[in-house]
Nanobody, 125 residues
Framework: QVQLVESGGGWMQPGGSLRLSCAAS????????MGWYRQAPGKERELVAT???????KYLDFVEGRFTISRDNAKNTVYLQMNDLKPEDTAVYYC???????????????????WGQGTLVTVSS
């Protein structure tokens, strides 16, 4: 079974930092784009940051300069370093990845989308 497992959420006061981790495990041959999304209470899920297999990154305007996404391809893990946290960053953060499970699928290419279970980040004083 292929899964994404997130960790690192919790409570932090404004101006503080947190680091989220998301590890992919299971029958995976290759992972292309990985990313972080978030969903605040009463709002739709939104993209926070993505990173391709080659390391190209993209950020939501509101977090650019404060958040940094990175990945360790050897560990199939993506990270989100969040600095200068604001109350508006409070949300459930979800990890996302596109993967293929065989050389055949990767050649086509046929990548499947996978979501983590989410980790809550609360920023308040």
């Amino acid at each position: 079974q292929v899964q994404l497992v997130e960790s690192g959420g919790g409570w932090m006061q404004p101006g503080g930092s947190l680091r989220l981790s998301c590890a992919a495990s299971g029958d995976i041959t290759s992972i292309s784009t990985m990313g972080w999304y978030r969903q605040a209470p009463g709002k739709e899920r939104e993209l926070v940051a993505t990173i391709t297999g080659g390391g190209h990154t993209k950020y939501l305007d509101f977090v650019e300069g404060r958040f940094t996404i990175s990945r360790d391809n050897a560990k199939n893990t993506v990270y989100l370093q969040m600095n200068d946290l604001k109350p508006e960053d409070t949300a459930v953060y979800y990890c996302n990845a596109y993967y293929c499970s065989s050389a055949y699928e990767c050649r086509i290419p046929m990548y499947l989308e996978l979501w983590g279970q989410g980790t809550l980040v609360t920023v308040s004083s």
